[in-house]
C-alpha cells in the first residue's frame, strides 16, 4: 500500500508540492523524507477540491494509507469562511467517507498557494533572473498596493506581486518556477498558518521521532 496520496487544486500547487518533497528529503534541507506517491490536481481547481474532494478519494482508500488536501481559500466558491472553516468542512466529508480522522488532512491556504512563495527574497530573485538597483521587496513597495509600508513581509495579494515581478523580468508564468522556488527557499521562519498546518501533518506522519 503506498503512504500518501496528495489532492491539489491546480498544477501551481502540484508543483509547489513536489519542490517542498524535494527540499524535504536532502539533507541540507529538512533533512527527512515525504514518501508523496501521488500528488494529483483536480479538473475543477479550488471549487473542484472543496466539494468533490471526498467522492474523488474515496477509491484511494484502498491503495493510499493517508490522504491529504489543498486548495485555496479565494476562487473555492465559497470565499465568506474562514480558511479553518473551509477545512474543517472538508476534513468531515473525508472522514465520512471512511478515511480515518487521523490519516487525512486539509489545508487551506488563504489568500492562496502564492503566498508561500514569498518567505524571502532571494531564492525568488535567483530564480526569477530579478535585475535592477533594487531588490524585489523594495520594488515592490514602490507599487501599490503589493508592499504598501516597510513593515510588510509579504504582499497583500501575492498572486498579482509574483505575475507583476515576472512581468518586470520579462519571464512568461509556469509551474516550474513554484517548484524551483519552494525546493530552494527557506520556509524556518514562514508564519503563514496553513503552511504551519500542513508541516504539522507531515512531521506527523513523516517526520523524525520527538
Keep these: 500500500m503506498r503512504e500518501l496520496i496528495i489532492l491539489v487544486a491546480d498544477k501551481?500547487?502540484?508543483?509547489l508540492l513536489t519542490g517542498l518533497i524535494e527540499q524535504a528529503s536532502r539533507k541540507e534541507g529538512w533533512g527527512w523524507a515525504i514518501p508523496a506517491d501521488d500528488i494529483i490536481s483536480h479538473v475543477n481547481h479550488d471549487n473542484g477540491v472543496r466539494l468533490e474532494a471526498a467522492e474523488f478519494l474515496r477509491e484511494y482508500q484502498r491503495t493510499?494509507?493517508?490522504?491529504?488536501?489543498?486548495?485555496?481559500?479565494?476562487?473555492?466558491g465559497a470565499e465568506d469562511k474562514t480558511s479553518d472553516q473551509l477545512a474543517a468542512g472538508v476534513q468531515r466529508q473525508l472522514m465520512v467517507s471512511g478515511w480515518p480522522e487521523d490519516q487525512c488532512a486539509v489545508v487551506v491556504i488563504s489568500p492562496e498557494v502564492e503566498s508561500w512563495l514569498w518567505v524571502g527574497e532571494t531564492h525568488i530573485q535567483e530564480v526569477i533572473g530579478w535585475r535592477g538597483p533594487h531588490s524585489?521587496?523594495?520594488?515592490?513597495?514602490?507599487?501599490?498596493?503589493?508592499?504598501?509600508d516597510s513593515t510588510s513581509n509579504k504582499p497583500?495579494?501575492?498572486k498579482e506581486a509574483?505575475?507583476?515581478a515576472l512581468r518586470h523580468v520579462r519571464l512568461p508564468p509556469s509551474s516550474s518556477l513554484f517548484q524551483k522556488i519552494a525546493a530552494r527557499a527557506s520556509y524556518k521562519r514562514c508564519h503563514d498558518p496553513a503552511f504551519i498546518k500542513l508541516l504539522a501533518h507531515l512531521r506527523q506522519w513523516f517526520g523524525p521521532p520527538q
Design 162 to 164: 509574483f505575475h507583476a
Design 12 to 15: 501551481d500547487q502540484k508543483a
Design 64 to 76: 493510499h494509507r493517508r490522504a491529504l488536501v489543498l486548495f485555496d481559500s479565494e476562487g473555492c
Design 156 to 158: 497583500a495579494r501575492p
Design 136 to 148: 524585489v521587496y523594495e520594488w515592490l513597495r514602490l507599487q501599490t498596493p503589493f508592499l504598501p
